[in-house]
Structure formats: structure tokens, C-alpha cells
């Protein structure tokens, strides 16, 4: 088990992303980069969502940063509800900067049976502690 978030837990991820090898996005998850500013106890963590992965840092290349709490990116990375994803935008926990565009192309995608697969390994070491 590895703490969400934390240093461990994006080298477990990392890891679990490279032994699951290709995912077989659809095309509006696999041309997705995110950046997120997440905040957690008064703290923001940075990280990027591309290739379907959660990774740690900040990506160049996104022209778009989600800003919220460490309690709706852990319900998006273990639900993947994209119900729920729209439900936390239009409520206000979910802020976007910059580019929405492919935000508005996500709605539609469903993630692919490898990523879903992928994403119950990721959730079964995670830990909230």
C-alpha cells in the first residue's frame, strides 16, 4: 500500500503503467495533457494527467490546469465517473485555467477496459492515510 500522492505512491504508479503497457485510450484521453494543482492540507501538489496516467509534476506541453482538492482527484482516479467529474466542475470544486477545449472532448470517452483494469491494480495499493 502507498499513500495517494505521495513520492512512493506516483513511483508505484509509474510502475504499474509500464507493466500494463498499452491501454488502448480513446483518442480524447490519449491526446489528453492536464496539468493539476491539487490542494491537500494547506499544501498544492502538482501533477499531469497524460497518456492516461497520472504522473507527478507539471507537463510543458498542457495548456490546461485543474485546480481541486485531493478528495475529488482520488474519487476521479479510482471511479473515473465522468457523471460525477461534471458534477464536481458545475459545482465548483473542480476550476479550470486555460484551454477547456479538450476538457469539453473528454465527456464522451469512456476508458478502455486495459485503463479501467490499470486503475482497480492503482486502487487497490492506494492508500488515503
Known amino acids: 500500500m502507498a499513500v495517494f500522492l505521495t513520492d512512493e505512491w506516483f513511483e508505484k504508479v509509474e ?3 509500464n507493466e500494463a503497457g498499452e491501454l488502448n485510450l480513446p483518442p480524447a484521453l490519449a491526446d489528453m495533457i492536464v496539468n493539476l494543482k491539487v490542494s491537500d492540507a494547506g499544501q498544492d501538489i502538482e501533477a499531469n494527467f497524460t497518456e492516461g496516467l497520472l504522473h507527478r509534476g507539471l507537463n510543458d506541453a498542457a495548456t490546461t490546469i485543474l485546480l481541486l482538492d485531493r478528495d475529488i482527484l482520488q474519487s476521479i ?3 473515473f465517473d465522468t457523471n460525477e467529474i461534471m458534477g464536481a466542475f ?5 476550476r479550470v485555467e ?3 477545449s479538450k476538457l469539453m472532448a473528454v465527456q464522451t470517452a469512456r476508458p478502455s477496459t486495459e485503463q479501467k483494469e490499470l486503475y482497480t491494480r492503482i486502487k487497490s495499493m492506494t492508500t488515503m492515510a
Open 15 to 17: 510502475q504499474m503503467g
Open 98 to 100: 486555460g484551454d477547456m
Open 77 to 79: 482516479i479510482t471511479d
Open 90 to 94: 458545475m459545482g465548483g470544486k473542480i
